[in-house]
């Protein structure tokens, strides 16, 4: 592959990021179809290409830190070899279509299983979530299922247009009917088909517009923070009479509630005299441990005080002295499931909510680092997705956007210029019925490649059964 090859492969490959979520199904199909070709690539040019492609395709990110540009570049490199490697060795050393055409899907998967050490470190590569939109398909495999079938479809494709062979233009065309039949399906229903009762939680969610460049936003005056909250939540208030005002990840940035009570009086005020439930981003400190601070959500009833708080699971792995805590499997104000931020990123935190009883989401989340509308337009497929595979309403409130309200389909009901300081109110309703995916997760995922991976090896074994040669016996 010559460099204007690989710039374009580097570009496709980056396009359902940030260019339109729908070239998924065929980011990597040069890639693919490079393997299928049977042309020579050495090890050292697999190399090459994993380590030149990320560089082209996370070019974006830079204007958000170069460091996590960096260290993107690191992740997708090594996945891109291992991918690229394994894949084609597999290719090579089999005849049989079906595996041909399996194979890439399988590994593809199969690495996002093994490299699931953090949540970061596989997300990039869950494509599936670009597709929220997509019941009920989301409801049985959820993104890692869709992601099996997006690889599976850019391998069909990519094999067709070098071979030319019927098998891989059946499968590319079985999976193009199964994806635009969801596509519509999700694009026709009606969410009230969906309620468990026609009493909605009216939520307003405060985007404050935080200065960008920082998750914490130090750079702003703290009391000029709290007042510009405030008063757009006593607007909200007197305009939209919500029952829940939800402030993004980190609006404080510090532990105002253990360090420094009296900047609190103004918030307890305005939940107190409104009777109205806040949920409130928060930084929240280890009294006993110095330095050690938890990515929190305090829960703030209509008496003025803290009825509850939320600690993050699985907080962003850039944020120095921020550590996760485990809070079980608790649902917040009888049936809320709530989520901060990186949490948006791990699909088992909301599908174990609904699992057990949440019957609705709130994600807080700062985005105020994310110093390009793109990013914030990627982050945001995230929750889109986790709304989706389990069939709940998601309220997501932002610092700077994406500020949105997303129905059971995954599809935005609401959604709030980014820039502004601002408010959105809106209804979600309550829904009781689970998705087969909230039930059992990736069991599809995980027994399609089992399956698949047998069958393979099963088939092989009577290839070469009937292949070898047969001994001839003498009268």
């Not at 935005?412 to 009781?432: C, D, H, Q």
Request: a positive charge.
């Amino acid at each position: 592959m010559n460099i204007k090859k690989a710039i374009l492969a580097g570009l496709l490959f980056a396009s359902p990021y940030f260019i339109c979520n729908y070239m998924v199904f065929i980011f990597i199909v040069p890639v693919l179809a490079l393997i299928y070709s049977n042309q020579k690539i050495k090890n050292s040019h697999i190399v090459l290409f994993s380590v030149f492609l990320p560089c082209i395709a996370l070019l974006p990110i830079i204007t958000y830190n170069i460091a996590t540009y960096f260290f993107g570049i690191l992740v997708v490199a090594v996945f891109l070899v291992l991918f690229l490697s394994i894949t084609r060795a597999l290719v090579r050393r089999s005849g049989n279509p079906i595996f041909s055409i399996c194979a890439p899907c399988i590994v593809w998967t199969s690495l996002i299983y093994l490299l699931n050490v953090n949540s970061l470190i596989t997300s990039v590569f869950e494509v599936g979530v670009l597709i929220p939109i997509s019941a009920p398909l989301i409801w049985y495999i959820g993104s890692i299922g869709l992601t099996t079938l997006v690889i599976l479809f850019n391998s069909a494709a990519a094999r067709f247009l070098v071979k030319k062979d019927v098998l891989s233009l059946v499968v590319a065309a079985a999976l193009l009917v199964m994806f635009v039949g969801s596509f519509i399906f999700s694009g026709a229903q009606n969410p009230d088909n969906l309620h468990a009762s026609n009493n909605p939680t009216k939520i307003a969610l405060i985007q404050g517009d935080v200065p960008r460049g920082s998750i914490f936003g130090y750079e702003e005056d703290l009391d000029s923070r709290i007042e510009r909250y405030v008063n757009l939540s006593q607007t909200a208030i007197n305009e939209e009479k919500p029952d829940i005002v939800a402030w993004p990840e980190y609006t404080l940035p510090i532990d105002l509630a253990n360090r420094f009570p009296q900047k609190m009086h103004p918030i307890l005020n305005v939940a107190r005299e409104n009777k109205t439930t806040f949920i409130i981003g928060s930084l929240v400190s280890e009294k006993s441990k110095k330095n050690y601070h938890y990515d929190a959500a305090l829960i703030l009833s209509g008496n003025g005080d803290i009825r509850d708080i939320y600690y993050s699971q699985d907080p962003a792995i850039f944020n120095e002295n921020v550590y996760p805590k485990d809070n079980g499997n608790k649902l917040y104000l009888n049936r809320m499931g709530i989520a901060l931020c990186w949490e948006e990123l791990n699909a088992n935190i909301f599908r174990k909510y609904a699992k057990h009883g949440a019957e609705y989401f709130i994600s807080l989340s700062s985005n105020a680092d994310l110093d390009y509308s793109l990013l914030e337009r990627y982050a945001s497929f995230f929750s889109r997705a986790r709304a989706a595979e389990n069939a709940r309403y998601l309220a997501r409130a932002t610092q700077t956007g994406v500020t949105q309200i997303i129905d059971p389909f995954g599809r935005p009901v609401k959604t709030l210029p980014a820039g502004r300081s601002t408010f959105l109110a809106g209804e979600v309703y309550s829904i009781g019925r689970k998705t087969f995916y909230s039930r059992h997760g990736d069991i599809l995922t995980k027994l399609f490649i089992i399956s698949a991976v047998l069958g393979i090896f099963i088939t092989e074994a009577i290839i070469k059964g009937n292949s070898a040669p047969r001994s001839i016996g003498h009268e």
